[in-house]
């Protein structure tokens, strides 16, 4: 037991250790916990959904954590500036995956996993396209962009419909990151911050697909693997499968389809992080049985 309280001590001292860091595209807020000994020196990145800031992820830096893995996650505290040459990206996503690469380069990661949630597929994505060697393993959960063109109206349905259906799993209690409250009042503090950037966002996340990103990646070495929900609302197992049937199925070396909605990652992390873990071990272990 004093063991495990040390470790729930060292834990939440690292989590509150937030630091800042301001480049031409915004400022990040970056969380960085660390376990006394690591089993892998590769950190995992937890990178977060829309709106969605480190305190989401915090049961799911708990689990990395207790897995004996290094974990970073971080919130897009503002975007700002200007991206020359979009390489045909859009520009919104673009912005954060250059705030992603900047902020590894400035806490001197050279090379790290990652588990993207929902958007943070696709600019995590992007910026693994843009220096593919600073990337290992990425697993996709509940992944943006795979599931073909949408509409704003139909996402924002879909949205509100998933917030309706989460305020009965998730927790009561008002300061819980992970309550409907919270989430909530996260929503509302990132559009006063961003307001230019959410029409942007939405339609990235509407227009945007990353299977030729995926592709892309395979060839140059980065090993992908996909978690879906069986009972995700936003992006609907049938939409992803029927998008899959007409353009083909992306390269990737796993995919999951689990019980469950599109924020397990955050709301039940004990089961849904470690399997995103779980599947982060495996692609490593395909990797080194080539």
């Excluded at 959960?141 to 309706?164: H, N, Q």
């Excluded at 992970?178 to 990235?204: G, Q």
Aim: aromatic share 6%; glycine share 6%.
């Amino acid at each position: 037991m004093e063991a495990l309280a040390a470790v729930g001590v060292s834990f939440e001292r690292q989590f509150w250790q937030k630091e800042r860091f301001v480049s031409p595209y915004g400022q990040v807020s970056v969380i960085d916990v660390k376990p006394e000994t690591v089993t892998d020196q590769i950190p995992i990145l937890i990178a977060p959904g829309w709106s969605e800031d480190y305190q989401t992820y915090r049961k799911t830096l708990k689990t990395a954590f207790n897995s004996s893995r290094r974990a970073l996650s971080l919130e897009y505290s503002r975007l700002s500036g200007s991206v020359i040459g979009n390489e045909g990206y859009p520009e919104v996503e673009l912005r954060k995956a250059r705030l992603i690469l900047d902020m590894l380069k400035k806490k001197g990661i050279d090379r790290a996993d990652v588990i993207a949630h929902s958007e943070g597929a696709i600019n995590v994505l992007i910026a693994a396209m843009l220096k593919p060697e600073q990337f290992r393993n990425i697993v996709l959960d509940k992944p943006a962009g795979l599931v073909g063109k949408d509409t704003r109206s139909t996402l924002t349905g879909r949205f509100i419909r998933m917030l309706l259906e989460e305020t009965i799993i998730r927790p009561p209690l008002f300061m819980d990151p992970a309550s409907s409250v919270s989430i909530c009042e996260r929503i509302t503090l990132y559009a006063l911050v961003n307001p230019a950037s959410i029409t942007k966002e939405m339609d990235a996340i509407t227009t945007f697909e990353i299977k030729d990103l995926m592709e892309a990646l395979q060839n140059r070495g980065v090993m992908l693997s996909v978690i879906s929900g069986v009972h995700d609302p936003l992006f609907p197992v049938s939409k992803q499968i029927g998008y899959m049937r007409e353009t083909g199925v992306p390269s990737m070396k796993g995919y999951y389809s689990v019980v469950g909605g599109h924020n397990e990652l955050s709301i039940h992390a004990n089961k849904h992080a470690t399997l995103a873990i779980n599947a982060l071990d495996g692609l490593q272990r395909l990797r080194s049985s080539r």
